[in-house]
């Protein structure tokens, strides 16, 4: 069994800086692709960032040039540095872990960009 925990959020201003970070448990390889998604109040939950074992990484076009994704895989550890936070990156920060045939997701962190 996997488990993901996050952590890292909180109340920022417009402007600031968060990293979150995600720690998996468990029976967890290098070969699993891992992301970021987020869900705002009344809204679906949506991909922000995904980096695949090899490190390849793809964003989201709301947040490309603010937030970079990367991975610790001796810590089995995965991070997204977010820079430059709006108002409307305000939501629930959800870490995943996939592969085929297994998808697991950590419990959310909530991030709040407010003045």
């Known amino acids: 069994q996997v488990q993901l925990v996050e952590s890292g959020g909180g109340l920022v201003q417009p402007g600031g800086s968060l990293r979150l970070s995600c720690a998996a448990s468990?029976?967890?390889?290098?070969?699993?692709?891992m992301g970021w998604y987020r869900q705002a109040p009344g809204k679906q939950r949506e991909a922000v960032a995904v980096?695949?074992?090899?490190?390849?990484?793809n964003y989201a076009d709301s947040v490309k040039g603010r937030f970079t994704i990367s991975r610790d895989n001796a810590k089995n550890t995965v991070y997204l540095q977010m820079n430059s936070l709006k108002p409307e990156d305000t939501a629930v920060y959800y870490c995943?872990?996939?592969?085929?045939?297994?998808?697991?997701w950590g419990q959310g962190t909530q991030v709040t960009v407010s003045s």
């Open positions: 995943n872990a996939k592969r085929i045939g297994y998808v697991f």
């Open positions: 468990g029976s967890i390889s290098s070969s699993y692709t």
């Open positions: 980096i695949i074992s090899g490190g390849s990484t």
